[in-house]
């Protein structure tokens, strides 16, 4: 009797207390949970934005090393020049080589790419062929948050220019039909918020 006498169950404030205290470790436990859900989601957003410019970065270098050593004869579609630094849309605007046609298509070998930023932010990039009719562009999206694609011309003189073509040199002699000048090599950079900047110069001979 006597044990049974002097045991008790919980009174109503330690059971209060008891449930404010389970209260307590669980929202800190939520709390610790969602902060690392927060933490590994932006972790994971970087990764994919540092390989979206990575690529992008990759395919800006390819264009660029696949534009004619020197010359281009002028034929429609690709009046333009080979290397617009100040096209009419876009950031830049090239006539590329180098593509390859494993199946055979009846397509030119020679492709007209723009590289825009769209929307304020959007990196892409647009690629079409000689003799595609009225295709339109394939356009495909590279990175986005980059706010800043900047490139700059190097001549055969040395002397960057930040636009291309270059206006004439003083006394310079003009230049056979047909013919165009291709820099000796390009520097770009790209401004991403949120990874900073990227800058390459790629030799194009």
Do not use: C, K
Not at 19 to 34: H, K
Not at 67 to 94: I, K, N, Q, S, Y
């Amino acid at each position: 009797m006597n044990s049974i006498a002097g045991a008790r169950g919980f009174t109503l404030l330690e059971a209060l207390l008891a449930l404010a205290i389970v209260a307590l470790l669980g929202t800190g436990a939520y709390g610790l949970l969602s902060a690392t859900a927060r933490f590994e989601d932006g972790a994971l957003a970087r990764q994919r934005a540092v390989a979206s410019l990575a690529r992008a970065v990759r395919l800006l270098e390819e264009d660029l090393a696949a534009l004619p050593a020197r010359w281009l004869l002028r034929e429609d579609p690709f009046a333009d020049p080979v290397l617009d630094g100040t096209p009419p849309r876009g950031v830049l605007a090239l006539t590329r080589g180098g593509v390859g046609n494993p199946l055979g298509r009846a397509r030119s070998s020679l492709q007209r790419v723009v590289w825009e930023i769209e929307d304020g932010n959007v990196l892409t990039r647009h690629a079409a062929f000689a003799g595609a009719g009225a295709q339109a562009a394939v356009r495909r999206v590279l990175a986005e948050e980059v706010e800043e694609l900047v490139l700059r011309y190097l001549d055969e003189r040395g002397t960057w220019h930040e636009t291309w073509p270059p206006p004439p040199a003083s006394g310079e002699r003009p230049r056979m039909p047909g013919y165009e000048r291709v820099p000796v090599a390009v520097e770009f950079r790209l401004v991403h918020a949120a990874i900073g900047e990227v800058t390459r110069v790629v030799a194009l001979r």
